[in-house]
Structure formats: structure tokens, C-alpha cells
């Protein structure tokens, strides 16, 4: 399970279909869980059913210590303030859009909700053959298991949508965003209060629509910026339209995410830009199994930092509710508390790294209180600073040149063969006679 989360899907035809049911207002009810299983049937009825079924040929390993990033985002000191649960002792619900979510692993303790499997819509999305959805949604609300694996808001319920089955790429099939897009205002109808998509697709009207509409409504989308190096500036790249694979996350009114390793260095292969957000943990990060039992360890990704910042924005909506905690005031608060980078933003770590002590305790105007904010009893981690050159394909570079070089070598050396080899062989191969420099001279004995 790794960077990139880009599958390759039978098309969905019935984007129509899915829109109209968009209109349908939603509840986490058994009706609404009925709800969203019509809405999955009858999407599905024009896909090639994938069954859903839980992998139990490799389980996880047990936790045996504290995952590195607990610590990095302050998860212990953030808790003292919220763990998901709105003021009025409510869930915050968290959509989940990718492969679906292993609910029977004890880390969720029964907050996955029922969701929307168009491939197999008797699972609800309560399960994961790929295993990239339960990582993610792990790392949301996971925690309950009685080990030290900690979701940033362990409170918080998932809304699974298991749109992505099987995890094979191709994220550059140009229905995959109509795809999300139409699942994104399901997930909102159906009463998300945050969307995590870790996944990087190409740009289209659809998804640029439902991200619109997702705002409108209250509904921040946060999304993971990808994993191949690109850049994401669509007006100053040298991209062929086909391969700017860089969306949701690089729409203004969403909230982009890189990732950061154990040291504070940029994650290598993140895709970059100027609507760069935030950098979170992702890189050696733990997660859970979707088999069911026990962690895998050493996973790496933007998909895996993502959710870390979609569990922050669960836990300002369950700290503030929702009149205050708006997309706008979430975006800019999350900015704002980061651990920002030397020079304040650069394309590559954004504002700077997720800091979620600062978030949940800065003094605001919404509350009433002019005191100086809160000092948590919480480090933040140092983030490395980039240097104005830094160029995250050196490493390409100098291997293409050096390829260049021994290219231009091995051809050279051709050209010489060529002409070496017809010569010798007409020599049989014999060693050429040599000329002697001095041409003898005749004797005066022989002189007539």
C-alpha cells in the first residue's frame, strides 16, 4: 500500500442516476443507511460487481509502541479538548471515499457507519479488499483497541463509500472524477460533516461542481495532493492536460495536504504547489489491517496525511459546532496554528505542519476571549527549511544526464566499430605492414 491511490474502475454510466439521487436528505438513521444502499444499488446495476469481502490470508502484527506520529501532531494534549464529539454530545461523521472500510477491526469499536458499496451493495462499505480505505479511516477515528495506535478523533464516526474496489491505478481515466463527484454529494446529503479523499484524480466541471457544493453546504473536503513529483500549477507546468492527476486537492476551496516524515523532512515523491495547504505525518506511518486484527507498519503517503488534518477539522467542529466552524474558518484556522516553515509558505510544505494543540486552544474573536492563546504543554516538531533552489527532481535530473552521457559513449563507440570491424576483416584480422620512416639508400658499390 503505497503513494498513489489511482484506481482503475469500470466507468460509471449512471452518473445521471447518481444525481438525482443527491436530492435525498439524509440521516445516519437505519432509513438513511437504507437509503444509501438504494442509492448503491441502483448505481451499481450498470458496474461489474466486485465482491466485498474481508482478506484473512495475512492479518496485522500487534502494536507494540507508540506510533511516531501521536506525537508529531500533539494527539495526547489535543484530546484534553475534544475526541470527536460535538457540544452537543453528537458525532462528528467523517466520509470516507475510497475502498471501504474494515469496520469489524476493534481499533473502530462500532463508529463505522453503514455506507455505499455500488459493487457490492449488501456490504455497506463495512469492508475492504484493497486495504487503503481502512488505513485511512484508521487514522481518522481508530484507537479503541487498547493499544497505543490513537485516530486524531477517536469520537468521530466514518461514513464509508467504497467507490475504488480492487486499489489497481489509472487515475487518469477521465470518468473517475465524475465518479467522485457524485459520490461527494451523496456524502454530504447523507450528513458528513467533513470528506477525506486520499486519492489524486484528473480535473473535470463534475468535481469542481460537487467541491463547490460540498462548500456551500457547510462540508470541508480535505484531500491528499499526490505522489508522483508534479507540480501542481496547472499555468506554469510542462504537463500534458492528461497527466495534471493532482485533483480534488489542487481546487482552491479545498483543503491540500502533503507529507512530512518522522525528522520534519518533506515527504519526496508529493506532488507540489502553490495551493499546497498543510504537510502532515506520512511517511513510516502504522495502520490498521483490513484483515480485521493487528497493524501494518511502515506505510507511506500523502494518502496517509490527509487524514490526519481530516480528523483536525472533526475535532474544531466537535470543539466550536457548526455555525462557527465553517470550511472558511476551519481552513484558516488550521493555517494559521500551523507550525509554519522559515519563510512562512513555500510550494512545498504549504503553511507548514499540522499543529493540533495550537488549533484547538488559539484565543478567537467567535468566543468572546481577547486573552493570549493557550500554550499547550506540546513541542511541535521543527520542519526542515527549503533552500530557493531546492528542485524535487535533482535526483531525476542527474540520472538522465548520466543515462545521456553513457548514450552518447555507447554511440560513439558504435561508430568507431563500424568502421574498425569491415577493415580487419578484409585483413583477416593480420596486423597491417608499417612503413619505415628512413627508405634505404644504395651502396656506391652498386653504383654503375
Known amino acids: 500500500m503505497r503513494v498513489r491511490f489511482l484506481p482503475r474502475l469500470p466507468l460509471y454510466s449512471a452518473v ?29 446495476e450498470d458496474l461489474d460487481s466486485v465482491e466485498c469481502k474481508t482478506p484473512t490470508s495475512q492479518t496485522g502484527a500487534p502494536m507494540t509502541g507508540t506510533p511516531w506520529h501521536v506525537h508529531a501532531v500533539g494527539l495526547e494534549q489535543a484530546h484534553e479538548h475534544n475526541t470527536g464529539l460535538k457540544p452537543n454530545g453528537e458525532p462528528v461523521k467523517v466520509a470516507v471515499l475510497d475502498s471501504g472500510v474494515e469496520a469489524g477491526h476493534p481499533t473502530f469499536d462500532g463508529n463505522v457507519l453503514p455506507g455505499a458499496d455500488p459493487y ?32 486524531v478523533a477517536p469520537d468521530a464516526q466514518i461514513i464509508p463509500f467504497r467507490i475504488f474496489p480492487t486499489g489497481e491505478e489509472g487515475g487518469n481515466n ?27 484524480v484528473l480535473a473535470s466541471p463534475e468535481l469542481e461542481q460537487a467541491v463547490e457544493y460540498a462548500w456551500s453546504k457547510g462540508v470541508l473536503i480535505v484531500a491528499a495532493t499526490g505522489n508522483e513529483k508534479k507540480y501542481m500549477n ?61 497493524y501494518i507498519s511502515n506505510q507511506s503517503g500523502t494518502s496517509f496525511a490527509a487524514p490526519h488534518v481530516a480528523g483536525a477539522v472533526a475535532l474544531l467542529i466537535g470543539k466550536y459546532g457548526d455555525e462557527v466552524a465553517t470550511p472558511q474558518w476551519i481552513t484558516d484556522r488550521l493555517i494559521d496554528t500551523a507550525t509554519h516553515p522559515a519563510d512562512g509558505f513555500n510550494e512545498f510544505q504549504g503553511h507548514g505542519l499540522l499543529n493540533l494543540p495550537k488549533a484547538l486552544t488559539a484565543s478567537t ?8 492563546t493557550v500554550q499547550p504543554s506540546f513541542e511541535p516538531r521543527h520542519i526542515e527549511a527549503f533552500p530557493v533552489d531546492h528542485d524535487p527532481l535533482a535526483t ?8 545521456l552521457g553513457i548514450a552518447i559513449t ?26 619505415s620512416e628512413n627508405p634505404p639508400v644504395s651502396s656506391g658499390a652498386d653504383t654503375v
Not at 183 to 188: D, G, L, Q, S
Not at 365 to 372: I, L, V
Not at 414 to 430: C, H
Open 16 to 44: 445521471a442516476a447518481l444525481a438525482a439521487t443527491c436530492t435525498l436528505l439524509l440521516t445516519t438513521t437505519p432509513a438513511a443507511a437504507q437509503n444509501l444502499r438504494s442509492w448503491a444499488e441502483s448505481v451499481g
Open 120 to 151: 457490492d451493495p449488501s456490504s455497506d462499505a463495512q469492508c475492504d479488499l484493497h486495504g487503503h480505505g481502512t488505513a485511512v479511516a484508521g487514522i481518522i477515528a481508530g484507537g479503541h483497541d487498547q493499544t497505543r495506535f490513537m485516530g
Open 174 to 200: 477521465t470518468e473517475i472524477p465524475k465518479q467522485i463527484a457524485a459520490t461527494i454529494e451523496v456524502a454530504v446529503d447523507a450528513g458528513a460533516d467533513v470528506i477525506n479523499i486520499s486519492i489524486a
Open 234 to 294: 496547472d499555468e506554469e507546468n510542462d504537463l500534458a492536460p492528461k497527466d495534471e492527476v493532482y485533483y480534488p486537492a489542487n481546487y482552491p476551496k479545498v483543503l491540500a495536504v502533503g507529507a512530512t516524515d518522522i525528522n520534519g523532512a518533506l515527504y519526496a515523491d508529493e506532488n507540489y504547489g502553490d495551493n499546497m495547504d498543510l504537510i502532515a505525518p506520512g511517511e513510516g506511518i502504522s495502520l490498521p489491517s483490513n484483515s480485521g486484527e493487528g
Open 365 to 372: 474573536e467567535d468566543e468572546g476571549d481577547d486573552e493570549e
Open 396 to 403: 531525476e535530473k542527474v540520472i538522465g544526464w548520466a543515462s
Open 410 to 435: 555507447l554511440i560513439t563507440l558504435v561508430l568507431v566499430l563500424k568502421k574498425i570491424i569491415p577493415l580487419g576483416r578484409r585483413r583477416g584480422w593480420r596486423p597491417g605492414a608499417r612503413r
